[in-house]
């Protein structure tokens, strides 16, 4: 397989799991209104247990380090598994954070748990294999099923990924087209006036927190059973505000706009960034890249707040009211 | 537990605390008159920080004149950020929401910014105070004398201006109501920009304490240390000043008395601890609610 | 004292709430018959925003009862309060900006398919039915209001009054048991306010539907309301027909005497 061929597949496998990420981030951010700034803990999380849960019992000196678990599950479980320990997390984190009605508390929560499940992470090596990080997870479904070298296996991982990631976009788009889309929608702008129609304000949050946390984890658990391997220098703080950037970019409320973003941002600006060399200290080139996107986040809100693709309005069609008789089955939202 | 390493975490811990006075003094004022949390906060110590590198490295001043000069500068930086950043947006009206994104986008542009120019190595002050003095049982360096000294000073003068000045009474009737204070003619806009002055002074002088503090910094020391300020604020309750140093206060000496028990690398887990509990059982911070300041 | 009673719909009994020492509900009693439109009026400060805040969740009570339907719902939260059947609408009208007139509506219903993430997901043909249906309601109460026309605009670029109105709309829509109406009329055109007023005497005179309106128009509460109860600083001053309260010096004294 050729290089580009080989290049352009991991581009895509990176993009379809950059769009998870921003579609949970829109959940959280763009539908509901709930400032998360540590997103990445979440993947980082969903990660380091599918991680650990697909790899084999750790041994005592051996190569791989020190880690939790080592229960050899094969593939669709370690993710499942990565997706409930992010929503565990978000749960302990929501109810910190989301019991009052203010959303810089919740905010500055994610800020301080970031922090620390980073510093924890590192110290405690028993955790995870400390600074030096996980390596050698295995590879969904190579050595039962495919034997395929490291670069023939790009294709099948592909279409795990492309698997995964509609049906995540199935969930995104659902919740967002119901009920409790409307719902969350209506939290995002005046929460006091969803609690005058009836609406738990703390329960509507609580559960669209712990929703995106799983498409964070799911997304993570995709990332490490990629590469292999995860350390606390992959999730930094810069990459919760990549994702960040790609869904204000993309469009927040918008489904459709966070695959653009995905693509935009993480795909377009970090890729065609990374080829470029500048002579100066070794991280120069990683900071003006921090730089470019703290500063596209602002420009952004400042300049074109609803996005590329702003959120649809939904239009209904009338000709599907039913005279108080249950005949039709499609008389959901139509895009306008 | 001996009693001897409880009153050594208390010096060290009263040290602690007077960084975190200065830094969540100039969080909290900043937030009671504008009320909304400056994400980007933790980049003013770390310009400070910088700043006093550049002026007691490259022009060889003095540590102390570095501070204040470097306090100034941050003044003037937190000001232009006030100016060229937010006001575009609360002229117009942006909810807070949208505050808070675009202060945690600057944060990660600062940052970055100083990480470009200085490169991610760990700096040091050139600072020629070392001896060592017998205050009251406990060690204490000259430069950690200093450094209670300064905050000690800065929290009188902080409360001289609230108590006595023009420009404090108005800042604490807009902290109270900014519409009625509007409407009874204080000149909102202007005492907006005076206090980002003052929250920058304050967060440049305790981004340079904290690095002297600390003896070696990188760009990432006001972000790590950001947290640990919301932790003294919060239990302070936000937007109260005199809140916040006690908050300081408690914070500080918890974090470097438990210092001496567990694994010092765990301190900021104290802070994150404190926090937590806050959150949960008494967010409008320890101080019975009254009006604000 | 004001016993809870199966005519009432709503029993207040000496409700206090303080902020900061200053008493601004001091041991406020009434009740509000099932059934009628009843008016709370006062001059400014007398406490008629905290009573509506209290009433609905909005913020705790210090002592005091609060009995809606024979239920005892003394701060409970306002999604509670909603649930029990007391919506309120808002002084200042506050639509949902980026959902639209229809979306603002069919938010309101209590129980709805696809409220919870499970449901959305799993049973979207029981969505779709049970939006059909209730699109034709809400279709009924805009063409009442006359927003049909507006209907797929966003909330966010109504005017000042059609914002009212909406607010209102959204409220029946709840299906709710006692309506309470916070200056529904303020900052709204005569013409609308005019509008407004039918619309509430025809709700409650159609369908039934108890208002407890609290309203600084004098001529508009004296035209919509059987039972008008006065507060002043933070008590109730008198209460009954407006006509015998513009005989009542008290009453007069708090408005002229300021």
Redesign the interface.
Known sequence: MGAIIYYLLTLAIFFAIYSIYAWGLNIHFGLT?I?D?TYITFVAIGAYFAGVAAMGHAQPMGMGGEYILGWNLPFPVSPVLGGIAAAILAALVG???L??L????L???T???G??VW??VG?QTSLFNGWDGISGVPQPFNSSLFHLSYNQYQIPFLVICLIVAFIAWRVAESLTESPYGRILRAIREDEAVAAALGKDIFRYRMSAFIIGAIFAGVGGALTVEYIGAFNPSGWG??ET?IV?AAM?VGGQGNNRGMILGAFLVPVLFTEATRFITIPG????M??????A??????LV??YR?QGVIPERKRVYRLNLISQETEDSAHGHAVEG | MSLSMVWLGVGFGLITASVLALSSVGLTLQFGVTN??N?AYGEFLTIGAYLAFVLNMGLHLNIWVSMFAAGILTAVVAWLFNII?IE??TRRKAP???L???T??????????V??LF???FKQYNDPSGSILHVGGLLFTVQQLWIIGIAAAAMVAVHTLLKYSKLGKAMRAMSDSSELALISGIPTRRITQYVWLLSGFLGGLSGVVLAINVNNFTPALG??F??VI??AV?MGGIGRPYGAMLGALIIGVAMEVSAMFF?S??K??VA?AI??LM??FR?QGILP???RV | MATPSKDNILTVNELKKSF?GVHAVDGVSFEVPRGSITGLIGPNGAGKSTVVNSLSGFHPVDSGQVTLDGTNVTNWPSHKIAQQGLIRTFQIARELQRLTVFENLLLAPQVQPGATALEAIFSRRKIAAWESKTLGRAVALLKRFNLFEMRDEYAGNLSGGQKKLLDLARALMAAPRLVLLDEPMAGVNPTLAGDLQAHIRDLNREQGITFLLIEHNLGIVEALCNRVIVMAEGRILAEGSMSALRENKDVVNAYLGG
Request: hydrophobic share 60%; no cysteine.
């Open positions: 209104g400032l700034f109810f910190v954070g019991r009052r203010r959303s810089d508390y905010a500055i929560t800020v301080a748990v922090q620390i510093l924890v110290n703080v810069l505000f960040w204000l200290h070794p991280l120069l990683e900071s003006i890249r921090g730089m996107i703290g500063l596209l986040m602002v809100v400042r707040p | 909304f949390v994400f950043v575009p947006f807070m929401i949208i808070l994104v675009v945690i986008g600057m944060d990660l542009f600062l940052m970055n910014g990480q470009a490169g991610p190595e972000s790590e950001l947290f919301f932790a919060i694994d690398s765990y900021t887990v994150f926090l937590v959150l949960l967010p609610s009254r009006g | 900061g």
